[in-house]
């Protein structure tokens, strides 16, 4: 992702560069019945290639706790929606949380329409039936009851065109370890994203973002955040659970453009206690005076060493407090996110990141898991003090 002071000018040839590899993205993680399955997808009906094909699950989370999930739609009414131009700023969010077992059922990755609309943004619908990736199975359980105590409280934000459920993994495994996890799809910034009334908001900033830079994006989202935590931990909250929330100790993560809004967030909202950017250029820089201390994790894919993205280079030396800069040998963008685990299971490698999916997924929850270990709670986490033998693929970088 381009950044910095030619981002305007260079966001056209980015958002080719992004669809390009999301198109690639999704040939890999779904499988191709042509003309036959997706006639029978385009009418709503299985086909015989679909209703044989294997479930799709994600990894198991490795904690000792039941994951719960509840989903809100929240409205700031103080604010104008900057992508459609009119209206109130809406977000959907998945809240995941520490549960107690046998409470609660199952729960969708997509609605038809959202992982519809996705293959229709990449030019699948016709070959790719819309259950394949809507179905995906994971561990979350709607209406759970929560586990009593006060638990951190981490906020996700995922890639620009994508849905929060892509960070499904991370989330799940998080909440399973004593975590409240609330991933955030921000309105008009996905190819789809269902809303209450039967609604399904599309990618209005796609476009406009060409003329306004990323910048515009990560720093709506920072606001966004703040919102979010107002209607979690003020006063009147808006989820029912909000009373296992810990107040004072929240941190935020996010992938690609959601990473990149974990600092212009951080920048405005001392709330936030701790950072992760996975894999984003940094749209907004870091103040010139810090962020007040506060710890920050860079985690990338092979090729953000130094060097390896401008923004990266020129924001390090501005994290002025706790921070480390790794990266994942053998892997790419997408790394991060649920993708690499779904096309693993369907035999599908994508040879420009060839880090198998399951490992990708546990590291990226090692290494976020990690961070927030020692800086929401405390613990003692050596895994991020240098490199460990069991883990070959992992750099740490010093510049």
Not at 169 to 186: I, K, M, N, P
Not at 261 to 289: C, E, H, K, L, Q
Not at 365 to 384: I, K, N, T
Request: one cysteine or more.
């Amino acid at each position: 992702m381009t950044t910095g002071p030619a981002a305007v000018h260079n966001v056209p040839s980015m958002t080719r560069r992004r669809t390009a590899a999301a198109a690639a993205l999704l040939a890999l993680i779904l499988p191709l019945p042509l003309a036959a399955a997706g006639t029978a997808a385009a009418a709503g009906t299985p086909s015989a290639t679909e209703r044989s094909r294997p479930a799709v699950e994600l990894p198991r989370p490795t904690g000792p706790f039941a994951v719960g999930r509840e989903d809100l739609h929240l409205v700031d009414r103080s604010r104008t929606d900057p992508w459609a131009g009119s209206g109130p700023r809406e977000l959907m969010v998945t809240m995941r949380y520490p549960a107690r077992r046998d409470t609660g059922g199952t729960a969708r990755y997509l609605t038809r329409e959202e992982a519809r609309l996705l293959l229709v943004d990449k030019g699948l619908d016709q070959a790719v039936p819309v259950e394949t990736l809507a179905g995906t199975a994971s561990a979350s359980r709607t209406g759970a009851r929560p586990l009593a105590g006060r638990h951190p409280l981490v906020v996700l934000s995922p890639g620009f065109t994508v849905h929060r459920a892509t960070l499904t993994a991370l989330a799940e495994d998080l909440a399973s370890r004593g975590y409240v996890v609330a991933a955030v799809d921000h309105a008009y910034e996905s190819v789809g994203t269902a809303f209450p009334g039967g609604r399904v908001l599309t990618c209005l900033a796609c476009d406009k973002a060409q003329q306004t830079g990323m910048q515009a994006v990560s720093d709506n989202r920072a606001r966004d955040v703040s919102f979010l935590l107002d209607r979690l931990t003020g006063p009147h909250p808006a989820w029912r659970h909000a009373g296992i929330v810990d107040r004072g100790r929240i941190a935020m993560a996010g992938h690609s453009i959601g990473g990149a809004s974990a600092i212009a967030a951080m920048a405005t909202d001392p709330r936030i206690r701790a950072g992760v950017n996975m894999d984003g250029g940094n749209a907004t820089p870091v103040p010139a005076a810090g962020l007040g201390g506060r710890p920050f994790l860079l985690l990338g894919a092979q090729g953000r060493g130094p060097g390896g993205n401008a923004s990266w280079d020129r924001d390090w030396p501005q994290l002025d407090g706790w921070k480390r800069w790794i990266t994942f040998d053998g892997s790419g963008h997408f790394t991060f996110s649920d993708f690499p685990s779904i096309g693993q299971q369907l035999g599908l490698d994508d040879p420009e990141a060839p880090l198998p999916g399951d490992r990708s997924v546990e590291l990226t929850r090692r290494y976020v898991g990690a961070f927030l270990d020692r800086h929401l709670r405390g613990e003692p986490r050596p895994v991020l003090d240098g490199p460990s033998a069991d883990a070959p693929e992992v750099r740490f970088h010093a510049p």
